[in-house]
């Protein structure tokens, strides 16, 4: 594998449900970071891991809870969500958190909240 | 704060055909990075060029070519003769500071047509 990679790529989930969202960078970098991405808006940038210290918390609700074991996996923990959280969750990488270093992206998980 | 416009929502051209992305940014920081980003319908963001804010020279690699303009707070993208590859969502990025506060342009949807 290379580059960053996430999984699952689609998810579709209740609104009682519990689940996470992975994703791994083989790049040797030392950040991370979700983003979301939702229709007809600009990308969202949520939360921010600079060597497994969380640097970032864009005002995310605690329905969505980060966790970054360390530098390479990424884990967004989900519960309790709700319709308007439909979009596509994208994961980046970058050698730092410095604003110097371009950002890597997976693929993204497009999630469904019915 | 720091705020990115991109004013074209969508562009259609025929294959062979030039296309301009405009991209207009705002900020007060003296040092500052610009970025675009290309999204095919696979998902994942390719970055495609980096400048920084004090380097004003012009771009180019191969078919693409960027125009900064700090005068006019203006990184404008170009393809020439384009090709239905492509098509994509492109999205011109800036960080100013601190990496953490990258904002995303709306992104400009590009289709070219056979």
């Known amino acids: 594998e290379t580059g960053v990679t996430q999984t699952p790529r689609h998810l579709v989930m209740g609104m009682t449900n519990k689940k996470s969202l992975k994703c791994e960078q083989h790049l040797g970098h030392n950040a991370m970071y979700w983003y979301k991405q939702s229709a007809k808006k600009p990308l969202e940038l949520m939360f921010v891991?600079?060597?497994?210290?969380?640097?970032e918390n864009n005002s995310v609700p605690s329905r969505f809870s980060p966790e970054c074991p360390n530098s390479s996996h990424l884990f967004l923990h989900l519960h309790t969500l709700q319709p308007e959280d439909s979009a596509l969750y994208l994961c980046a990488s970058s050698q730092s958190d410095s604003p110097y270093y371009e950002q890597y992206f997976g693929p993204g998980t497009r999630l469904t909240v019915t | 704060a720091q705020k990115v416009t991109q004013a074209q929502t969508e562009i259609s051209v025929v294959e062979k055909e030039d296309v301009t992305l405009d991209c207009v940014y705002e900020?007060?920081?003296?040092?500052?990075?610009l970025f675009w980003y290309k999204q095919p319908p696979s998902g994942e963001l390719v970055f495609l060029i980096r400048?920084?804010?004090?380097?004003?020279q012009n771009e180019i690699s191969g078919r693409y070519s960027w125009n900064f303009q700090k005068s006019t707070s203006s990184f404008n993208f170009t393809i020439t003769a384009s090709q239905v590859v492509d098509s994509a969502v492109y999205f011109c990025a800036l960080s100013g500071d601190n990496n953490n506060d990258m904002r995303f342009g709306a992104g400009t949807r590009l289709t070219v047509k056979p």
């Open positions: 891991y600079n060597f497994k210290e969380q640097t």
């Open positions: 900020t007060r920081d003296t040092t500052y990075y």
């Open positions: 400048r920084n804010s004090f380097d004003e």
